[in-house]
């Protein structure tokens, strides 16, 4: 595990949020100040390789520089990167870098829950035993998310201030392609960092077509 910034205590309760960051979003943002009611720190874990996903569009040292600017006014958010993509293997490296003792606790929405607790890991009820490493906080997203029962004890709800349903980092993507306003759906914080990295990949993709 790498880090890029790193809060100063030592906590007890590690909540981590892991994605593609591909811009993070106001809903990222969301996620994370939800869960500092659960955690004493909050993780953007940033993988350099996704299970789920395939790494295009902005690239690893863009997504770390927002994530930067998204961060930088939390004293109890962290930044990093992890050789691995899937939950298991990030609470793996979690445990060396913040020791044995800390609990760990994933955030996600239920779109990414349905899809982690569904995936194929290659034995029945691998992702039961997994959650003996960590729980899943999991934010309604279209709807509620009921976990199956045998893992209920695991996985618990997240509440967030507020309805983001609509925000994606595919919507932000989409709306710079198609020249629509975008900037309600990002902090603040990281609007002038998207309008360079995305919308000059915008550009120079319309360049390329006219050629």
């Excluded at 509620?144 to 709800?157: A, D, K, L, T, V």
């Excluded at 997240?158 to 392609?177: N, W």
Aim: include cysteine; charged fraction near 20%.
């Amino acid at each position: 595990m790498q880090f890029f910034h790193r809060a100063a205590a030592s906590p007890a309760r590690l909540a981590i949020l892991a994605g593609t960051f591909n811009p993070p979003t106001s809903a990222h943002l969301a996620l994370a100040r939800a869960g500092l009611a659960f955690a004493d720190e909050v993780l953007f874990v940033l993988p350099r390789a996704f299970p789920h996903k395939p790494y295009e569009g902005g690239g690893f040292e863009e997504r770390i520089k927002m994530l930067q600017a998204l961060a930088g006014g939390e004293p109890r958010f962290s930044i990093a990167a992890t050789q691995g993509g899937l939950f298991i293997e990030i609470a793996r490296e979690c445990r060396q870098a913040y020791g044995p003792g800390t609990h760990l606790k994933f955030l996600c929405g239920r779109d990414a829950a349905e899809r982690i607790v569904n995936w194929n890991y290659g034995a029945p009820g691998a992702f039961r035993e997994m959650l003996g490493e960590f729980e899943l906080l999991v934010a309604s997203r279209l709807g509620e998310y009921s976990p199956p029962p045998e893992m209920r004890h695991r996985i618990h709800p997240l509440p967030l201030a507020g309805d983001y349903s609509q925000v994606s980092a595919t919507e932000v993507r989409e709306r710079i392609t198609r020249g629509e306003p975008w900037e309600h759906l990002v902090p603040p914080a990281i609007v002038p960092l998207v309008r360079r990295y995305y919308t000059a990949n915008r550009r120079g993709a319309k360049d390329a077509e006219n050629l």
